[in-house]
């Protein structure tokens, strides 16, 4: 099947909305991407949405967020929440978001993402969790949940720290 990942639009927010939904089967991330939309973390670019035949059928979302210790504050990027409809599920398009954002998020600059996520999803995009770099999520998680890539190699070198998300994030 042919599938386009694009920028999301104005228009493309109450699809997006339903088919986040529809994936978690409850409304907390589509209500998480309405707010991030509204913060200052929120970077319009790493909105994106994957098309079929004019339908919205995923969408991912990266956000601005801080790896900080007592010396020194990194930028970094947060990948939440990747939403595919169920119908169109182990189809590859959340494969194709996840690049492709991987991508455009190298493409602006951005150095390394983190992600909450499955431990046997992610690895697959060399995602590994951040126990390798002393990166601390600002939760408890199991360690293998919490991971992150580097855009740029070694740009998590020494890093250590712990993610800041944006207040947005937590409602
Ligand atoms: C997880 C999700 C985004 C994957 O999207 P997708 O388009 O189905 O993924 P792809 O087609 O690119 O990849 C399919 C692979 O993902 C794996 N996968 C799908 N859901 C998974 C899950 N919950 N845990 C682990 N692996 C999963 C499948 O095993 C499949 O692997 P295989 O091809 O080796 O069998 C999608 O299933 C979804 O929207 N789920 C509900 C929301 C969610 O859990 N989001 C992720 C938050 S981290």
Redesign the pocket.
Known sequence: MKFIIQQEGLPDQSSVYEV?AR???RED?SRLVNRMRQSNAFVPELSLVAMYEQKIV?HILFSKIIIHNQLRITPSLA????????D???????????REGLKRSRELGFTSVV????????P?FEFIPTTKWGIRPPFQVPAEVFMAVELVKDSLSGIQGTVRYPDDFFE
Do not use: T
């Not at 990948?79 to 169920?86: G, Q, T, Y």
């Not at 169109?88 to 996840?98: I, K």
């Open positions: 986040i994936a978690f089967e991330e995923g990948l939440a929440p990747l939403a595919v409809e169920p169109f599920q182990r189809q590859g398009v959340g494969s194709l978001l996840v992600v909450l996520g499955h431990e046997h999803y992610y697959r």
